[in-house]
């Protein structure tokens, strides 16, 4: 197997794993039936969340970033229509548009909850993970504390053993796989504060003084699904887009890619616009899904935006 292909399908992999795990025990005979569990699963861990009382421009701030939520979604579920040997190339996009999809949802909810919070990428994925992750239902509430080797909310404490190829490998329990791609995403973020803050450098106050920094001093931090759509993101859009390119010469692979995300996108989505719903309220998140809508009617459809804005606002 060449390089590029163990390195597109190791990403691959985990969108499997993951998207297996939102499935796992939920009721999958649609996307409808999927969501509406998801949404049931939910409901009990908002109980405690109200709504939030916005300004006029907090509340044009909030319809902007959900505008870029959606519309990013839109542009990524473009690439679905395409023929299957151009979204071979095409499929390098799909992953950033679906990271800003679900970013700009998460930078509403870091918005409202933090209004003067700092407006950097980093600030609201560590937010989501250390801060909001209760209220999201598995496998979203789960995470690794890399440092501390510590797992949160998986079926165990430390991650299991795997063999070598673990992540080229399909696993019976799809969380296990979820589980050690958090760890290599935390020992990746581990190794690019080393390169820009430790490597060469020294320590000039402390008991190491003068001595140099050590690649383990640096922290990886708390891993969640958020992270992960960052580290892939950026592996697509400055690291190794050949590999992406290169790697995707198996024509299911390229197909399961998109769809994978498609499916993922839903649901992510879905979880985050019900947390939106209760900080907002129905009739102000009603009113923001029908703006979008409305200028987007005749161009393009968005179906699942429209399945998740019936299911989750209760309409017919």
Same mark, same amino acid.
């Given at each position: 197997?060449?390089?590029?292909?163990?390195?597109?399908?190791?990403?691959?992999?985990?969108?499997?794993?993951?998207?297996?795990?939102?499935? @796992?025990?939920?009721?999958?005979?649609?996307?409808?039936?999927?969501?509406?569990?998801?949404?049931?699963?939910? !409901?009990?861990?908002?109980?405690?969340?109200?709504?939030?009382?916005?300004?006029?421009?907090?509340?044009?701030?909030?319809? #902007?970033?959900?505008?870029?939520?959606?519309?990013?979604?839109?542009?990524?579920?473009?690439?679905?229509?395409?023929?299957?040997?151009? #979204?071979?190339?095409?499929?390098? %996009?799909?992953?950033?548009?679906?990271?800003?999809?679900?970013?700009?949802?998460?930078?509403? *909810?870091? $918005?409202?909850?933090?209004?003067?919070?700092?407006?950097? @990428?980093?600030?609201?994925?560590?937010?989501?993970?250390?801060?909001?992750?209760?209220?999201?239902?598995?496998?979203?509430?789960?995470?690794?504390?890399?440092?501390?080797?510590?797992?949160?909310?998986?079926?165990?404490?430390?991650?299991?053993?795997? @063999?070598?190829?673990?992540?080229?490998?399909?696993?019976? $329990?799809?969380?296990?796989?979820?589980? @050690?791609?958090?760890?290599?995403?935390?020992?990746?973020?581990?190794?690019?504060? %080393?390169?820009?803050? /430790?490597?060469?450098? +020294?320590?000039?106050?402390?008991?190491?003084?003068?001595? #140099?920094?050590?690649? #383990?001093?640096?922290? /990886?931090?708390? *891993?969640?699904? %958020?992270?992960?759509? %960052?580290? *892939?993101?950026?592996?697509?859009?400055?690291?190794?887009? !050949?590999?992406?390119? $290169?790697?995707?010469?198996?024509?299911?692979?390229?197909?399961?890619?998109?769809?994978?995300?498609?499916? +993922?996108?839903?649901?992510?989505?879905?979880?985050?616009?019900?947390?939106?719903?209760?900080?907002?309220?129905?009739?102000?998140?009603?009113?923001?899904?029908?703006?979008?809508?409305?200028?987007?009617?005749? +161009?393009?459809?968005?179906?699942?935006?429209?399945?998740?804005?019936?299911?989750?606002?209760?309409?017919?």
């Amino acid at each position: 197997m060449s390089q590029a292909r163990q390195k597109f399908q190791t990403y691959l992999f985990f969108l499997r794993h993951f998207d297996q795990c939102v499935r @796992h025990g939920r009721n999958t005979q649609s996307m409808n039936h999927l969501v509406n569990a998801l949404l049931t699963e939910q !409901q009990p861990l908002l109980a405690g969340v109200g709504q939030v009382a916005l300004t006029p421009a907090r509340r044009d701030t909030i319809r #902007r970033m959900l505008f870029n939520a959606w519309n990013s979604e839109t542009v990524a579920r473009m690439n679905s229509l395409f023929d299957p040997a151009v #979204r071979a190339v095409t499929n390098q %996009w799909k992953p950033v548009q679906t990271y800003y999809a679900i970013y700009f949802l998460l930078n509403a *909810i870091h $918005e409202i909850q933090s209004p003067n919070h700092q407006q950097t @990428h980093e600030a609201t994925l560590r937010y989501t993970t250390m801060t909001i992750r209760q209220w999201f239902p598995a496998p979203w509430h789960c995470a690794y504390d890399f440092d501390g080797k510590q797992c949160h909310a998986f079926a165990w404490q430390q991650l299991p053993t795997v @063999h070598s190829g673990w992540n080229l490998s399909n696993h019976n $329990e799809p969380a296990v796989f979820v589980g @050690h791609f958090f760890r290599t995403t935390g020992r990746e973020k581990q190794e690019e504060k %080393w390169m820009t803050h /430790g490597k060469g450098k +020294i320590h000039t106050n402390g008991p190491r003084t003068g001595k #140099r920094f050590l690649r #383990r001093e640096m922290r /990886g931090g708390t *891993i969640a699904f %958020w992270d992960v759509l %960052w580290r *892939i993101r950026k592996w697509v859009n400055y690291k190794e887009a !050949q590999a992406l390119l $290169e790697g995707q010469d198996y024509p299911d692979h390229v197909e399961e890619f998109d769809s994978r995300l498609n499916s +993922i996108l839903t649901t992510s989505s879905a979880v985050l616009e019900h947390l939106l719903y209760r900080l907002l309220g129905d009739q102000t998140l009603t009113s923001m899904y029908a703006s979008y809508l409305q200028v987007t009617n005749g +161009i393009v459809t968005c179906p699942e935006l429209i399945l998740r804005r019936d299911l989750i606002c209760g309409l017919p």
